[in-house]
Nanobody, 121 residues
Framework: QVQVADSGGGLVQSGGSLRLSCTAS????????MGWYRQAPGRQREFIAR???????IYADSIKGRFTISRDIIGNAAHLQMDNLETDDTADYYC???????????????WGQGTRVTVSV
């Protein structure tokens, strides 16, 4: 009924930039929050950033000041601009969206398939 798709990963040198996108489609009533987690090899999944419909953003300390999250309300999308990337940012990045589907009253988390970001020295 609802799909969430990640895009925008790739290989970049340390200090470079990438922009991730997350797009939701299907029987969407309301999207309340969109955001990203990441998981590096051998490490637990960690929260990166989230943004509400009203534009209020929350960031993890590890990326604060380097990453910027934004919403495209009309396009049911969010974007994560990642600047000044470091080798420690290498991970699989997963976007998610809290969505109330049409006809429902409660939101549910929907996840993208993930996109790999590799930062080289």
């Amino acid at each position: 009924q609802v799909q969430v798709a990640d895009s925008g990963g790739g290989l970049v040198q340390s200090g470079g930039s990438l922009r991730l996108s997350c797009t939701a489609s299907g029987r969407i009533g309301v999207i309340t929050v969109m955001g990203w987690y990441r998981q590096a090899p051998g490490r637990q999944r960690e929260f990166i950033a989230r943004v509400s419909t009203g534009g209020h953003a929350i960031y993890a300390d590890s990326i604060k000041g380097r990453f910027t999250i934004s919403r495209d309300i009309i396009g049911n999308a969010a974007h994560l601009q990642m600047d000044n990337l470091e080798t420690d940012d290498t991970a699989d990045y997963y976007c998610y969206a809290k969505i109330v589907i049409k006809g429902a009253v409660q939101s549910k988390d929907y996840w993208g398939q993930g996109t790999r970001v590799t930062v080289s020295v």
